[in-house]
Every structure is written in structure tokens, then in C-alpha cells.
């Protein structure tokens, strides 16, 4: 999609707290009430959280976040793509520049957190393309029949 911009977000304008929002629904909606471990938005304005979001005009098309832990290692979180958007590109535009900048700072690793289900599998699909492979629990998260984990070396 070459007229997608991806830029760093400050979380102030309103198509992206809307998109945020509608992610936060969408986990909610999806997931079983005690596994959804989606960012709101006090969660994504700490300093170890850096948001991008994805643009096409005036239109947010996605939004994706890295969490650096601080120890080389480092999490993907609040993915969503905007309905408009979906299967133009857009997570996988978001997802690489995470990825790129996650190896600029210098982390050997990247981690996430996701669900199991149908809604799931468009996302799944991406990360196993992006080298992401099935592992265990990281960080706080306990492992259960319905989340799963991914990692990828950098």
C-alpha cells in the first residue's frame, strides 16, 4: 500500500483513541473476560511503550505498539487494523516497523501475547510470516487452553 505512512503516535487525536477503542472491544468481545490483556489507554502512555499508527490521507487505517522491557527483550501489543483496512497490508507495514525499530534499539527479542479462535488466525497468520514461532509464557502472563505466546529472535 504505497500511500500507507507509518508514524510514531501520540495518542492524542481522536481517530486513534477510536481505533484503541475499538480494540479494546473487540478483545473483550472475543476473548474470555480474565485473558484479555489488551493496553488501554493509561497502559500505552508509559515511557517503556512506543505507539505507531498507520495512515492513509486523513484516515487511520491501523495502530501497533512495542513495549521494551528494558532487559533486551521487548512485547507487540494493542495490533488492530482498522475494518476499512483489513487485508491491504496494513498490520504487516505496522509490524515491520516495530520490528526495524526494535532492532535499531538493539533487543534480541520479541515477544507477544494473543488468543485463540477464528478472529485470531488473519493476525497468526501474519506473525508466523514475519518468523514469529509458538513458545512459552513470557513475562507476567500464565499459560492457559486459550492464549498463546510468540516469539521472534532478533
Not at 52 to 66: H, K, M, R
Not at 69 to 89: A, C, N, Q, V, Y
Not at 118 to 132: D, I, N, Q, T, V
Request: aromatic fraction near 8%; charged fraction near 20%; hydrophobic fraction near 45%.
Amino acid at each position: 500500500m504505497s500511500d500507507l505512512i507509518v508514524r510514531v503516535d501520540d495518542l492524542s487525536s481522536g481517530p486513534t483513541r477510536a481505533l484503541l477503542t475499538l480494540h479494546l472491544s473487540g478483545m473483550q468481545a472475543n476473548s474470555p473476560a480474565d485473558h484479555v490483556f489488551a493496553l488501554d489507554l493509561s497502559g500505552l502512555e508509559v515511557p517503556e511503550v512506543t505507539v505507531w499508527s498507520a495512515w492513509v490521507g486523513e484516515a487511520i487505517a491501523g495502530i501497533g505498539a512495542l513495549k521494551d522491557f528494558g532487559d533486551g527483550g521487548g512485547e507487540i501489543k494493542s495490533m488492530r487494523t482498522h475494518p476499512d483496512h483489513l487485508r491491504k497490508g496494513v498490520g504487516a507495514a505496522i509490524l515491520d516497523r516495530i520490528i526495524e525499530d526494535a532492532r535499531v534499539r538493539g533487543l534480541w527479542r520479541l515477544s507477544l501475547e494473543t488468543g485463540s479462535g477464528p478472529s485470531f488466525e488473519p493476525a497468526l497468520a501474519m506473525y508466523r510470516k514475519r518468523g514469529f514461532q509458538s513458545g512459552g509464557a513470557f513475562s507476567n502472563y500464565q499459560a492457559s487452553a486459550f492464549n498463546q505466546f510468540m516469539h521472534l529472535a532478533l
